[in-house]
């Protein structure tokens, strides 16, 4: 069983009398030593930056701690961009690795200074007529096929839209260095929330045979592998936690043997880890409002699917424990349920739990990372609050819960519903 962030009854109480749930709870300690460790475990890598993948949480209180360890952003939109840009972040510390880019978004990311991350081969002109090329630019590969380790599946290379193809690569590499660019860089995703630790120095070795073919052919200067997110969290607790000094270890091997030989610079492994980085130090803290008993039990939180949408939209497996009764036997089966008007909207379906009462809090784990920010506003539900729990044992409100104002912003409707405030 993994450790899991887990605050007391006793602390949930303190909080809630400020805060009412439901919120998003982050551990600022848990999300410092993963960063922490991240980097311990690449600084074999004279030039390793982690850009921490911003829409996995886009808020700023989380972003900052990332900040102060060093790590940069992997944004993909423009406002992803402007939360990079208002954060302070400039130059490398800045990846734009987005796919199908609107017009004025590369021009964005070139002011700021961002390393560019191109999806497509047409994407080099299309660069080029918005803003001119960089001095440096990195190129997104799909290798196409299935990712095989052994026996086993461990993604599917040639259904995803992302990157291109190993002839476009070369290709887009003589358009690039031809018109001025001086240094490329290699970026592969191939293979999500992945626990097997084979995965990085899998994508590495693949990037590096790449970026070894180029420099013969070219003899261009490789400055970058991008070997971008994936690195996956245990959220079920009979899953083992990755070790990312294992990780890092196999990767290093890769860059001995297939790249060091070829490069005199030191070439710059970057990671866009969003999932490790912060998963597992969010919780969504809810409480049970209702119970029902039909054909099944049913308990009923006053959160749903628009605080977490991973398990309506994956049938994704979130643990949940029960603050108060950790100890207590898993006697009782339930169906843990939000109030969307959609019957996907369960966090979890028959999960054995201690017998639950109205009015227990329900810990709803791992939600750090493509928890809140992938949340939305269906059958006009309100997103919740995002509390920081501090290294000094205080905390503080990051986000404020959505109200009615919010939902309603975006109509010019002044006449209708600017007295909403009255009614809430
Ligand atoms: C989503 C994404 C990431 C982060 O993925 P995780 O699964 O959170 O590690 C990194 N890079 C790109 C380009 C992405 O789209």
Excluded at 14 to 37: C, D, G, M, Q, V
Excluded at 360 to 380: C, E, K, Q
Excluded at 400 to 411: C, G, H, K, Q, V
Aim: glycine residues 8%; negative net charge; charged residues 25%.
């Amino acid at each position: 069983m993994n450790c899991r962030f887990t605050p007391s009854k006793e602390l949930l109480d303190r909080i809630t009398k400020i805060y009412p749930t439901p919120f998003h709870l982050y551990s600022e300690a848990e999300i410092k030593s993963r960063a922490a460790n991240l980097n311990k475990a690449f600084s074999w890598n004279k030039n390793y930056k982690e850009y921490y993948a911003v829409k996995a949480c886009p808020t700023p209180g989380i972003i900052e701690i990332l900040k102060d360890q060093n790590c940069g952003v992997d944004c993909a939109s423009l406002c992803e961009l402007i939360l990079a840009d208002r954060l302070g972040f400039r130059g490398d510390d800045i990846m734009f690795s987005s796919n199908e880019t609107p017009g004025g978004e590369y021009s964005y990311a070139k002011k700021l200074g961002a390393v560019i991350n191109l999806d497509d081969f047409s994407m080099i002109d299309f660069l080029e007529q918005e803003c001119g090329l960089p001095d440096k630019i990195c190129l997104r590969y799909n290798p196409g096929g299935e990712l095989k380790l052994g026996n086993f599946v461990m993604g599917n290379p040639q259904d995803a839209k992302f990157g291109m193809t190993r002839d476009q690569i070369f290709e887009g590499a003589e358009k690039c260095l031809s018109r001025g660019v001086k240094k490329l860089g290699l970026h592969a995703f191939l293979a999500s929330n992945t626990i097997d630790e084979s995965y990085y120095p899998t994508n590495a070795a693949i990037l590096m045979r790449l970026a070894a073919d180029l420099i013969k052919t070219f003899g261009c200067e490789i400055f970058m592998i991008n070997l971008s997110g994936g690195i996956g969290i245990p959220y079920r607790p009979e899953q083992e936690a990755p070790d990312i000094y294992r990780i890092s270890d196999g990767v290093r091997r890769e860059y001995e043997s297939i790249l060091a030989p070829v490069t005199k610079n030191d070439v710059c492994i970057a990671s866009e880890l969003g999932r490790y980085m912060t998963g597992p130090a969010g919780i969504l803290v809810s409480k049970i409002i209702h119970k029902k008993h039909t054909h099944k039990e049913y308990l009923g939180l006053d959160s749903c699917a628009a605080d977490l949408m991973r398990p309506a939209m994956y049938g994704a497996y979130h643990h949940i424990t029960i603050p108060g009764k950790e100890n207590a036997p898993l006697t009782d089966k339930y169906d843990v349920v939000g109030s969307l008007c959609e019957n996907n909207d369960k966090f979890a379906v028959d999960r054995p739990l201690p017998k639950c009462e109205i009015g227990d809090y329900v810990i709803i784990h791992d939600t750090g990372a493509h928890g809140r920010s992938m949340g939305y506003n269906y059958n006009g539900r309100l997103r919740c609050a995002e509390v920081l729990l501090k290294e000094d044992g205080t905390f503080e409100l990051i986000r404020r819960a959505e109200t009615p104002e919010d939902y309603f912003a975006t109509l010019d409707m002044t006449g209708y519903f600017s007295d909403i405030k009255n009614l809430t």
